[in-house]
């Protein structure tokens, strides 16, 4: 049989040959669940809101991890009724062997709580600290003795350095989120989330889930982000405005999922966490450069001040 | 710089070390993770001291210490080493780790001196650059520091000669830097200065002296700021040289300028310099005249720093007329400009591939470069004389290519070669005809 098979030429071999696959830095992928990181500017509500969606998704049935990545360890304060919690970091320093139950509490409808915990502040290198912690709990067999549905990192500011962009880096988690206010500064952290998920997702990095508007008061709050949402190319996950019930639940130590789990903003949470528990949609975002951004803000600030010049009768659009 | 390949001396944390190495009285503690000081053992063989090479204090720091700061563990080494090594100064010196980290080497310092311990810092991290960068960093927080540290000045010896600081000749930075030091000491001396060279045995109270000095000698760039510094700090004038001087008339020229800036009896430098220069000449005369007959107008290349490559360089193109083809500068930047020194073409690299390479590409009889370019001489069938680092199989003791004694040793060193290259190329001759193939 006279068949061509291939009119390529092999030089020694090679050609045809796939290429070896690419070793992954390390060998990580969490096959138990879905994993996911929650971003924002310090003070955004980050944990606030992180603490209520897993609240909700406990509350539907899940099985829960909410990790705390910053050295604060204040993350999941409201899902244990603030009671101590040793950090994965402290035994790391007591220089024990560390066990799981050491270093985790069960919460609110059997969250399980942990803390990564890091120096204190002004000492040491509270990035390296997150890599530690993540990479402690790996070789702890957290996730395939607890076998979660989800898992939810809090991530302390912004990506400031590598350290704190482990937890989307090497396929810790796959999808992330990043919670923002209207505020510029909010946004700025936001995009420079997106920087870092854009350049990590192409080499086995999470991607973005979307946009968790928090806070917001303002008529055009919404406006804003969304208008940052569809320049950057992602979707808004949800809205969730300002509240008083948010702080007061707080302040009993207590998600507004289990303080007050009728109001309407708990169901804002829960819509919120179905909607993460559901979307599959995730995106690499085009993070706008920095003079784009602030143009992008001037343009916003023209808005907005025509609008409070106009007696709010301006129609605020995108 | 890219693609370096032996990049031959090692990061500014070894530089510092080799430094603080050569100041007897003085132990260095490494702040950093394992690796780093063996490291410097590896790449400088022949530095090292009393406490040094691969025996230095040091924290070998781990995770944890990243992670929360490695104050705690640092003190707990500072006492730990008083405890164990008699030292009149411990000087911690930081890695790239712990600079990054932010560790307060200074502030661990300051806390070990209230208790008695009299302890320096310096932040010289290795990612600030190579050898030199190290040697320049840890003498200026020493110039900042040392005052600190006794309240009472040190003793002042009851000698009526000028005090000199040498500076700018880095430890390790050439294989014969300490024998280069002892005859510049024994040039200032012969002259009429009492010379503060500061390392060797001198050590420690030599240092503390740096201040009182009537000037500063610099030698290359890398004793600029140093130099810049102490004359801020205590108004010391500085006379500044390219190199070190090599052959009796840089020597001479040298010495002239001493004894002017510094009001010196001429009489007695003269008569100094007549003795050297008739002992030069009745050691090397005989093998002068060999010497016109197969050494003039050789063409050589020259590998080192700047200030070996011009030493050398401006010697062998004066005394011996040879003709410098090729300099490679190992301790410049690939974007710095380098001038012209000589009528040859002029490269920066420490990049030994890239090295061999520029050299492949010349037209030479002889190299002047470190060990790392045995291979290509012998592809070159050139001879090879060893003047910077790394030297290898050649260990050195107070060998110098400094000064007067360094110039006939230079000389005497370069006619053995080109005897050497002669003979070799005389036997291959012989066996050629031998076999029948001449």
Not at chain 1, 274 to 289: S, T
Not at chain 2, 28 to 35: D, F, R
Not at chain 2, 369 to 379: F, I, N, P
Request: with cysteine.
């Amino acid at each position: 049989m006279s068949e061509i098979v291939s009119n390529r030429i092999s030089f020694s071999g090679r050609t045809g040959a796939k290429p070896a696959p690419r070793a992954r830095a390390r060998d990580t992928q969490p096959a138990v669940g879905k994993h996911i990181a929650l971003y924002g500017k310090g003070g955004i509500g980050k944990s606030t809101t992180t603490s209520n969606i897993s609240a909700a998704l406990a509350e539907a049935g899940y099985r829960v991890i909410q990790i705390g990545c910053d050295p604060k360890s204040d993350s999941t304060n409201t899902l244990r009724g603030n009671h101590y919690l040793p950090t994965v970091l402290d035994s790391v320093r007591g220089g024990n062997k560390v066990r799981l139950e050491d270093i985790s509490a069960t919460g609110f409808k059997g969250i399980l709580c942990i803390e990564s915990g890091g120096p204190v502040p002004g000492v040491g290198c509270a990035g390296r600290g997150i890599n530690a912690a993540v990479t402690l709990l790996q070789e702890l067999h957290l996730f395939e003795e607890f076998k979660p549905d989800f898992v939810l990192y809090d991530v302390l500011g912004d990506v400031v350095c590598g350290g704190f962009a482990v937890p989307i880096r090497d396929g810790i988690t796959d999808r992330a989120y990043v919670v923002t206010s209207s505020d510029f500064m909010a946004i700025y952290a936001a995009n420079n989330l997106f920087k870092a998920v854009n350049k990590y997702a192409p080499t086995g990095g999470a991607k973005l889930g979307g946009i968790i508007g928090n806070g917001l008061s303002a008529g055009y709050s919404n406006a804003i982000i969304d208008d940052f949402a569809s320049r950057t190319g992602v979707s808004v996950a949800g809205y969730v405005p300002r509240s008083l019930m948010v702080s007061q639940s707080e302040l009993y130590g207590k998600t507004v999922i289990e303080a007050n789990p009728k109001s309407e903003h708990a169901d804002i949470y829960r819509a919120l966490a179905k909607h993460i528990a559901d979307n599959d949609d995730l995106v690499i975002p085009q993070p706008l450069g920095t003079n784009d951004l602030r143009d992008w803000a001037r343009d916003w600030g023209d808005r907005v001040f025509n609008l409070e010049n106009s007696g709010g009768a301006a129609r605020v659009a995108a | 710089m890219s693609n370096i390949e032996n990049p031959r001396t090692g990061c500014a944390l070894h530089g510092a070390l080799a430094t603080l190495e050569a100041i007897e009285g003085v132990v260095p503690i490494v702040h950093a993770n394992a690796g780093c000081a063996i490291q410097h053992a590896l790449a400088n063989q022949d530095t090292g001291g009393y406490i040094g090479g691969q025996s230095v204090p040091a924290t070998n720091i781990i995770d944890k210490q990243v992670i929360f700061g490695g104050g705690a563990r640092l003190r707990e080494q500072i006492k730990n080493t008083a405890k164990v090594i008699d030292g009149r100064l411990y000087v911690v010196v930081g890695s790239c780790a712990c600079a990054m980290v932010g560790d307060e080497l200074t502030g661990m310092a300051r806390e070990a001196a209230e208790q008695g311990v009299p302890v320096a810092a310096s932040n010289v991290a290795g990612f600030h650059g190579g050898v030199h960068r190290g040697y320049e960093r840890v003498l200026l927080d020493l110039i900042e520091r040392l005052p600190e540290l006794e309240s009472t000045p040190p003793h002042r010896e009851e000698d009526a000669r000028p005090l000199v600081n040498v500076l700018g000749l880095v430890p390790g930075g050439n294989p014969y830097y300490k024998g280069d030091l002892e005859e510049l000491r024994r040039i200032l001396e012969a002259i009429g200065l009492r010379a503060n060279v500061f390392f060797g045995p001198d050590g420690y109270a030599a240092l503390r002296s740096l201040p009182h000095a009537r000037l500063n000698l610099v030698f290359s760039r890398w004793g600029e700021a140093l130099a810049a510094r102490l004359e801020e700090k205590y108004g010391t004038p500085q006379l500044i040289f390219d190199a070190a001087p090599l052959g009796i008339e840089e020597v001479s020229l040298f010495a002239q300028a001493l004894v002017e800036r510094l009001d010196l009896d001429a009489g007695a430098a003269e008569r100094f310099l007549e003795r050297e220069e008739a002992l030069a000449e009745y050691f090397l005369l005989g093998a002068a005249n060999r010497y016109f007959d197969e050494g003039v107008g050789k063409r050589v290349a020259l590998v080192g720093d700047t200030e070996i490559v011009l030493r050398i360089g401006s010697f062998l193109s004066r005394f011996a007329a040879v003709d410098i083809r090729t300099t490679i500068h190992t301790d410049r930047d690939d974007d710095e400009d380098i001038p012209a020194y000589f009528d040859g073409d002029t490269h920066a690299s420490r990049d030994s591939g890239e090295i061999a390479a520029i050299l492949r590409a010349s037209d030479i009889d002889l190299i002047f470069a470190s060990a790392l370019e045995t291979d290509v001489a012998r592809a070159l069938d050139v001879p090879l004389l060893v003047i910077s680092p790394p030297s290898r199989d050649r260990a050195p003791g107070g060998q110098t290519y400094a000064g007067l004694r360094g110039a006939v040793a230079l000389g005497a060193d370069f006619l053995t070669l080109i005897r050497q290259a002669r003979r070799t190329d005389e036997e291959n001759a012989k066996r050629r005809i031998v076999a029948g193939r001449g």
